[in-house]
């Protein structure tokens, strides 16, 4: 046996004790399930592990963040119980996880999300296109100041736009890519590059020359929310929980848990209680829209 194929073995043994393995001091009564990926998922997913201790006790979540291709990535190496992704799969994605556990990995709708374009309270713009946006993010794009799309925004002393966005792990950053820019294309060189969710709308909320995109979860009221338009003859869109759930939002998209197969056990009964009245209560107080 390689020195390869034992370090496949040894991760996924890992994932796979890690439902059996106890927490709290060595109380073989509590089951851990490890849960990781989507930064757009993460405050969602704490919620979730949070209100389920109060259903069974005796099962812990233990939730972190990194981006969707981190927690797909840890799926495949067998390191995490449940991952979570903002975007679906790649195939070979899919392939690698099959290579490595024999399982084929299954996607679970557990909410339902808009991306949403911020923009400081200084900026005058109230909606944009999705032809705009290109403009603004794709590599070919020419629009470097807010005067190209025909407004001045107070305190911007340049009018240069400061583009953030998402770093590349991010499967927001993927869906974004790939919604907007199109297929193939990629983004110009010099945005800022965050690495959650929040941070984005964090540092949009503070520098007036900002646009940046995120999850509807982060919505606050340091920034100005963006309409949408698909084009010129469009109406423009608010990314609200009808428009999102229609898929009338033109970014509108499924939030996913992934798992090595059909879950069973204390995974099974977790996802569970995730897509009941009772989880699906807690994606709607946070933000996001229930799937049902």
Not at 173 to 180: H, K, S
């Amino acid at each position: 046996m390689n020195w390869m194929n034992r370090g496949a073995m040894g991760a996924a043994l890992l994932g796979a004790l890690s439902v059996a393995w106890a927490c709290s001091g060595g109380d073989s009564s509590r089951v851990l399930i490890q849960n990781k990926g989507s930064d757009t998922l993460v405050n969602l997913a704490q919620a979730w592990a949070e209100n389920y201790r109060a259903v069974k006790p005796a099962v812990a979540i233990a939730v972190s963040g990194g981006g969707s291709g981190t927690g797909i990535a840890a799926l495949i190496n067998g390191t995490v119980d449940i991952a979570n992704a903002s975007r679906e799969m790649h195939a070979e994605e899919k392939e690698q996880v099959r290579a490595h556990s024999g399982k084929d990995a299954t996607e679970h709708r557990v909410a339902r999300d808009a991306i949403v374009v911020y923009v400081s309270k200084a900026n005058p713009l109230e909606k944009i296109k999705l032809a705009d946006l290109a403009c603004i993010y794709a590599e070919d794009g020419t629009c470097q100041s807010w005067t190209s799309l025909g407004i001045e925004v107070p305190g911007c002393a340049d009018q240069k736009i400061i583009r953030v966005s998402r770093q590349s792990n991010s499967g927001t950053y993927e869906f974004f890519r790939d919604a907007v820019l199109g297929k193939g294309k990629d983004f110009k060189l010099g945005s800022r590059d965050m690495q959650g969710s929040k941070d984005v709308v964090d540092l949009v909320g503070k520098t007036p020359c900002a646009i940046g995109y995120s999850g509807m979860g982060y919505i606050t009221s340091d920034v100005k929310v963006l309409c949408l338009a698909k084009d010129a003859s469009s109406p423009c869109i608010a990314p609200t929980p009808a428009s999102a759930k229609s898929g009338e939002y033109a970014l509108s998209r499924w939030l996913y848990m992934l798992t090595l197969g059909e879950p069973e056990g204390d995974i099974k009964g977790y996802l569970d209680w995730i897509v009941s009245p009772a989880g699906q209560k807690i994606v709607a107080d946070t933000g996001f829209v229930p799937v049902n």
